[in-house]
């Protein structure tokens, strides 16, 4: 059967796709906020404090309460803007992250329930695409502020772009030339053995350094750099239009992360029963961004000419030669 | 260009207390960026860095929860100031010199001495304070008025938690000084 989109191997009912979303959706949309309270806090121990501990118990309200403020906050548009851009700018980057969430395996069928919103046999590229759809949000915001600050951090966002996205796209290519397949569900299952983390260390490696850059977290945060250029894109915006940002930029730490599990780390592999599935790769992702928020604390923001050096000189050459190995040890076994 | 240290040319009989002490030079160089080995370089100094942060977590939070931790104070700490009275007699060690008020360089003492009624003894002196005001709002507590007060009468105490919504509630009445403060500020022991 064919869908519009793509091959789906395996499709179910109507109502079950619907349900399936919404749980993804909710689970994550959860998930999210406390990721937010759960680095401020991590940052805080990183550097010899507490982090928040005031709102609620332990400061776990600290979300709700940030929230709360940011949705207060008059929606300010400078008159330099774009009016229908500058809208819709924080709504791409969004809908960017949710959507990649769909292809997200967060189990196998089991009893005929496949535990991810839609297996599409092009699994890598659906990532690759709405991942790259996310910058269009970044670089309208940026163009479309009339800041000058806005239009350097769209600048950087764009020469981070295209620094980092072909070797983010070699270091999977060579988990997919061993697996034989694009879907992320067959992916996982090729590493019934081992997982791909052993022979594609270099792969995952890459991905993670470029996952940095894709996520413009820290030490490649340069589009937003607050010490230099106030936040970049996001300097006109305010209230919840800046929150989806932020959002938006946890929801991509989220998805980064669960495509790393799904591809070197074993997806939803683990031991116990098959209903834990879904926590072993949940469990997986959030240690992974843990990494993230370690890293966050520990390096420094590289230069804008230092990012595209190490992605030009460095990542690419090696996804390459990477790939190259992996394709002549695949052929000739 | 690379920094060099002419000591051929100097002319060191311009300075001949300097014969035999003429500093040498030498500048460590790290290896060239960039490259494999930098890029191994820069991977294993990321590992480093990272067993660095995470060693801070191991150390623990160094904060002070403030309002319910308190840093404790030494025993010489200047905080508010207080009125004594005698422990026997009950009377006050004021006796209106305003030496204190001619001490206080910030001019926040303001002193009204009045002749003590011999019936009903308000200090040990001849004459008591009838108004003694410290405007807290404007001292500096350097203790000098500690230091001009002949009786002892006035101290500086511990208490620094003094902000308040109003400015006139910082001017503190004699009654406010006198009376014991409400013990919340912790003392430094000895050797701590």
Redesign the interface.
């Known amino acids: 059967m064919t869908l519009p989109l793509a091959e789906v191997n395996y499709v179910e009912a109507t109502w079950v796709m619907v349900v399936k979303s919404l749980v993804i959706f909710l689970a994550v949309f959860m998930i999210v906020p406390v990721l937010t309270v759960v680095e401020r806090k991590l940052i805080?121990?990183?550097?010899?404090?507490?982090g928040p501990n005031r709102v609620g118990p332990v400061g776990l309200m600290q979300p709700l309460a940030d929230i709360i403020k940011l949705a207060g906050k008059e929606m300010f548009r400078p008159q330099a803007a774009v009016p229908f851009l500058y809208a819709i700018a924080p709504a791409i980057v969004i809908f960017s992250g949710i959507i990649t969430l769909a292809i997200l395996p967060f189990g196998n069928v089991q009893d005929g329930l496949g535990l991810y919103g839609i297996d599409v046999s092009i699994g890598v590229l659906y990532f690759f695409a709405f991942s790259s759809i996310s910058f269009y949000g970044l670089l309208l915001a940026g163009w479309s502020s009339g800041s000058k600050y806005s239009f350097l951090g769209a600048m950087r966002s764009a020469a981070q772009l295209i620094s980092y996205e072909v070797s983010m796209g070699l270091a999977l290519l060579g988990v997919v030339l061993m697996t034989g397949s694009l879907s992320l569900t067959h992916v996982v299952d090729g590493q019934g053995t081992i997982w791909n983390i052993v022979p594609q260390i270099i792969g995952f490696l890459i991905f993670m350094v470029a996952g940095f850059a894709e996520t413009n977290r820290a030490p490649f945060d340069l589009p937003e750099a607050d010490a230099e250029i106030v936040q970049g894109y996001m300097t006109e915006y305010g209230g919840m239009r800046m929150g989806s940002y932020l959002l938006a930029e946890y929801l991509e730490m989220f998805v980064v992360s669960g495509i790393a599990v799904t591809f070197f780390l074993g997806g939803w592999m683990g031991p116990g029963p098959g209903w834990l599935d879904p926590v072993w790769m949940v469990l997986k992702t959030l240690s992974l961004i843990v990494l993230f928020i370690?890293?966050r604390?520990?390096?420094p923001r590289l230069r804008y000419d230092q990012l595209m050096?190490l992605g030009w000189?460095?990542l690419l050459p090696?996804a390459t030669l990477n790939i190259l190995v992996t394709a002549v040890i695949v052929t000739v076994s | 260009m690379e920094a060099k240290l002419n000591t051929e040319k100097a002319d060191w009989t311009q300075f001949p207390y300097l014969e035999g002490e003429q500093d040498v030079i030498s500048v460590q160089r790290g290896p060239k960026p960039?490259g494999v080995g930098g890029?191994y370089r820069a991977f294993g100094e990321?590992l480093r860095?990272?067993r660095?942060?995470?060693g801070?977590?191991l150390?623990?939070?160094?904060?002070i929860?403030y309002p319910e931790e308190k840093t404790p104070v030494y025993p010489r700490f200047r905080g508010r100031h207080k009125l004594h009275r005698f422990e026997d007699s009950g009377l006050e060690k004021c006796v209106g010199c305003s030496l204190c008020a001619a001490a206080c360089p910030a001019d926040c003492i303001r002193v009204v001495a009045h002749e003590n009624d011999p019936e009903h003894r308000v200090s040990a002196g001849e004459r008591y304070a009838e108004v003694y005001e410290i405007n807290l709002s404007r001292c500096i507590f350097c203790g000098y008025c500690e230091v001009a007060c002949p009786f002892d009468a006035i101290t500086m105490g511990h208490d620094y938690e003094m902000s308040d919504y109003n400015r006139s509630d910082l001017i503190f009445t004699k009654e406010m000084l006198l009376a014991e403060p409400i013990d919340r500020t912790p003392l430094r022991m000895e050797g701590e």
């Open positions: 805080g121990r990183f550097q010899n404090r507490f370690w890293i604390a520990t390096l050096s000189k460095v090696l | 960039g890029a990321t860095g990272l660095t942060t995470f801070r977590v150390e623990g939070p160094v904060t929860q």
